[in-house]
Every structure is written in C-alpha cells, then in structure tokens.
C-alpha cells in the first residue's frame, strides 16, 4: 500500500468518524442502510477479488484458513460484542459495558483488516478494490466507535480514541508493505493471514445482513437497495482488472 493510500484511508475513517462529535440524532435507519451498503461492497469484493486470488496462491489449503478465519471472528466478537459490524450485543440490563476491553478487540480486528492492503496481488485489480470496500467498512464501525466513547467517557477522549483508531489500520497495511518488501517471511506470512482475513470478512458481512435494521431477519425494501447498490459497486471494481 502506497503512503499515500495510507493516509486517504486515515482521513476518511477520520472524518467519517468524527460525524457523531458535532451531528446530534444520527439517525439510525440511515446508519443501517450505511452498513447494509458497506457490508455487500466488503462481502462482494472478499468473493470477486479475495478469494480467487488466495486459492490460486495457496491452493486447497485456503479453503481450511477460510473457516478457521470466520470462526476467529466469532472469538474476536465475544471481546467487541459486535461493534465490529455495526452494534452492541449488550442490553440495558446487563452489567456496566467493558468499553476498553470492547476497543482493544476492535483494535486487534482493525489491524487485521489492514494486512491485506499491503500485500502484492497478481490481479491487478485487487488492491484498489479492497482498498474502497474497507474505506466504506470504516465509516460506520468508526462512527460507532466515537459515539460509544462520547456516551460513556468524554467527547475529548472520543476524539484521542478516533484517531488512534483511525491510524490502525493504514499502519497495518503500510507495515505489511514495507517489511513484505524486505522480508520475505514476512510477505509469506501476509500471504497465508490473508485467507483468514477473508474468513472475518464473510462473517462480518453476513452478520450485517441478518442483524442491522431488521425485525424476524426480514428485509426492507430500503435495506434491499442498499445491499443492491453493494453488490453492484463491487461488480463494477471487476473493471479495475
């Protein structure tokens, strides 16, 4: 991933995330439909551009990194109770939040999210198609994340904990292109993490799908072109090949 990449993705999470800091009632239809959107882009572009390159690089082998990636996820969720993807799995009457462990979770997701920037694909349309499907992935989760520490801490500390978020993942990508170039270990590690990645990436979207916005796991007509519009974007970055 080039610097400059890094550094489009920073100020876009950023921005993006620092909308619930001076936008009072957000509301929360369109932030499903944002997510609903941001899911089927990510979900399309894991299918389109991922895994046809994983599987031609690793063979057989992918497919077994593939589901041990989406049950990681399922690990990773118990620590960030969903913020991952758009929402809090933690009611009223539950006991007080674990809003640290929660953030250092999604931290650890953010970084992950990064390493497949930073890797060189034989599909040249790969890197930039990724690079839109998380950029889109980020406006919501960061969203969540400034409105959750604004509510629960002070909205100077949701400011530091946004930009701290906002610079994980560009440096997980720029660190996975710059050692990938010197190291190749390193590049053969990024290599194998990648399917993994993919593995969080179909939970991540499905779970959007069947959760934000929807009563019995129906769908409304409005979240149905939202995830149209996904899918559609994600077919267009075929013509980046």
Not at 111 to 137: D, I, K, Q, R
């Amino acid at each position: 991933m080039h610097i400059f990449n890094g550094l489009g993705l920073f100020i876009i999470t950023f921005l993006g995330g620092s909308v619930p800091l001076w936008v009072k009632g957000l509301d929360d239809r369109r932030m499903h439909y944002l997510l609903a959107f941001s899911g089927s882009f990510l979900l399309s572009i894991t299918f389109l551009h991922l895994l046809p390159e994983t599987f031609s690089s690793l063979g057989s082998k992918a497919g077994l990194l593939l589901l041990s990636g989406f049950f990681v996820q399922l690990i990773i969720q118990r620590v960030t109770h969903g913020l991952e993807h758009g929402h809090v799995h933690i009611h009223q009457h539950e006991h007080r939040m674990p809003i640290n462990s929660m953030l250092l979770g999604l931290a650890l997701h953010a970084f992950m999210e990064g390493l497949p920037l930073g890797f060189n694909y034989s599909m040249h349309g790969t890197e930039p198609s990724l690079y839109l499907a998380v950029a889109a992935h980020k406006l919501p989760e960061a969203m969540l994340v400034t409105s959750l520490v604004a509510e629960t801490k002070t909205r100077s500390k949701a400011f530091i904990t946004l930009l701290i978020f906002s610079l994980i993942t560009p440096i997980a990508g720029l660190l996975a292109t710059m050692l990938g170039n010197y190291y190749t270990a390193i590049s053969q590690v990024v290599m194998y993490l990648i399917p993994i990645i993919a593995g969080v990436f179909i939970h991540i979207a499905t779970t959007i799908f069947f959760e934000s916005g929807t009563k019995s796991h129906m769908l409304s007509w409005q979240k149905t072109i939202s995830i149209l519009l996904g899918v559609g974007m994600g077919l267009i970055t075929l013509l980046f090949e």
